[in-house]
């Protein structure tokens, strides 16, 4: 075999090499994205006086978590967050797996100097949930947004919790806070999907899924996450 024949062959060996790693390794990714979103949900535990009020998480029909690392001043670009949701089932109260979705322009007012946060949205009638099940949708257009309240002393009856569908926080050196949140458009990740459970799903064949046979060790971690942080309330 001459030079350039055994480097085309050592070339084309190397190429499959790559095709047979890749898919493994955006597995990885969607599974480590999946398990920031936990440590974001496990960060409201921790702090009950300037966390989410529990009634809102209670009375929560989905939730969005983006865990993601921006930086900016005043007004923080929200540009190409990702990050996973889940629906509750109003019957039993038990959480959906987690669908994979990507956030895409708009913009986050937040504090001066922020360096890093993580964007939680709580989706808190059926409509939202309908506007979730849709492949794209525009926050502040097709879903009306607001600043959620915060803190142990926030009432359930607020104007923000009977007028918006969604609630919107950050969580920013360990204190969450609600927050503005418009413009941005909330896509489903179909790839994200299909890398983490091994076949192509969209959203609503995600929250369809059996949790036997068992779920993948990260989902299943998030599910109960979401169970003991927000609990069923009729």
Do not use: I, M
């Given at each position: 075999m001459s030079h350039l024949a055994r480097f085309a062959h050592t070339v084309s060996a190397g190429s499959l090499v790559l095709v047979a790693l890749e898919p493994s390794a955006a597995a990885a990714q969607s599974a480590e994205r999946l398990r920031n979103a936990t440590a974001a949900l496990e960060a409201l535990v921790k702090t009950p006086d300037d966390a989410i009020p529990q009634h809102i998480l209670d009375r929560a029909e989905a939730i969005v978590v983006i865990p993601t690392l921006v930086k900016g001043g005043f007004i923080v670009g929200a540009e190409h967050g990702r990050g996973v949701m889940s629906v509750r089932d109003r019957t039993?109260?038990?959480?959906s797996p987690p669908a994979f979705v990507a956030m895409t322009g708009g913009s986050i007012g937040w504090q001066i100097g922020v360096q890093s946060t993580d964007l939680v949205l709580l989706v808190m009638n059926r409509d939202g949930v309908d506007d979730l099940l849709r492949t794209?949708?525009?926050l502040g257009a097709d879903a009306s947004v607001a600043a959620g309240p915060v803190g142990r002393s926030a009432q359930?009856?607020?104007d923000a919790t009977m007028n918006a569908k969604i609630l919107a926080y950050s969580r920013a050196r360990g204190l969450f806070a609600g927050l503005t949140v418009q413009g941005s458009?909330?896509?489903?990740?179909?790839d994200a999907n299909q890398e983490f459970y091994g076949r192509s799903l969209d959203?609503?064949?995600?929250?369809?899924?059996?949790?036997?046979p068992a779920l993948p060790p990260d989902a299943s971690t998030w599910r109960a996450a979401l169970t003991r942080i927000a609990p069923f309330s009729r």
């Open positions: 039993s109260g038990a959480w794209e949708f525009k359930a009856g607020t458009t909330v896509r489903e990740d179909r959203t609503q064949a995600v929250f369809a899924l059996p949790a036997q």
